[in-house]
């Protein structure tokens, strides 16, 4: 696996997660104990995902920057005008 594929899956994994999170703190047999535990382990992974998608948006602006830094400028010529 390249590293982009890594950081695309761990964001997904890390969305996945937290989705099964706010399932579960949704669940009325879920104690108050677990709940605090499922949110103090959310704002971790929040942290986490944040850091992951900054990552991501660096390198898709580093890429667009290379892209148009290797475009190749027209080369023009000025043409004389008789007034």
Do not use: G, Y
Not at 11 to 35: G, K, N
Not at 49 to 64: G, M, V
């Amino acid at each position: 696996m390249t590293e982009p594929d890594i950081l695309n899956r761990k964001i997904r994994d890390l969305m996945d997660w937290e989705t099964i999170a706010w399932r579960r703190i949704s669940d009325p047999s879920v104690t108050t104990f677990e709940r605090r535990e499922i949110r103090n382990h959310l704002k971790v992974c929040e942290e986490e995902l944040r850091h992951c998608l900054a990552i991501q948006s660096e390198r898709i602006r580093a890429r667009r920057a290379a892209e148009i830094r290797d475009t190749p400028v027209p080369k023009f010529r000025v043409l004389a005008t008789k007034f």
